[in-house]
């Protein structure tokens, strides 16, 4: 049974920094594509970011130049550093690994986690 656990929130002031962690588990397919979606109250859920298995990476325009992501192929881990937060950024985080390149919209076949809760104050 596939498992992700998600680590790292919390809350912050604007301007601050936040790294998130996801460790993926239990999984039996090779996974192509890991990233960070998030979804804030009353709001669509949207990709935050992904990496991709040949080392590619892509952000959504809304944190591109504060969010970085990164993985570690060993231990199967996930990270998001998060600079310069904003409170726009105050969402629930979720950690999401699929066998698909694209992963916008998610589908059956993706494995996400309950998810983390980031809040950015003001």
């Known amino acids: 049974q596939v498992q992700l656990v998600e680590s790292g929130g919390g809350l912050v002031q604007a301007g601050g920094s936040l790294r998130l962690s996801c460790v993926a588990s239990g999984f039996a397919f090779s996974i192509t594509t890991m990233g960070w979606y998030r979804q804030a109250p009353g709001k669509e859920r949207e990709l935050v970011a992904r990496t991709t298995s040949g080392g590619g990476t892509s952000y959504a325009d809304s944190v591109k130049g504060r969010f970085t992501i990164s993985r570690d192929y060993p231990k199967n881990s996930l990270y998001l550093q998060m600079n310069d937060l904003r409170p726009e950024d105050t969402a629930m985080y979720y950690c999401?690994?699929?066998?698909?390149?694209?992963?916008?919209?998610?589908?059956?076949?993706?494995?996400w986690g309950r998810g983390i809760q980031v809040t950015v104050a003001s």
């Open positions: 999401v690994i699929s066998m698909r390149r694209n992963i916008v919209p998610l589908d059956d076949g993706d494995a």
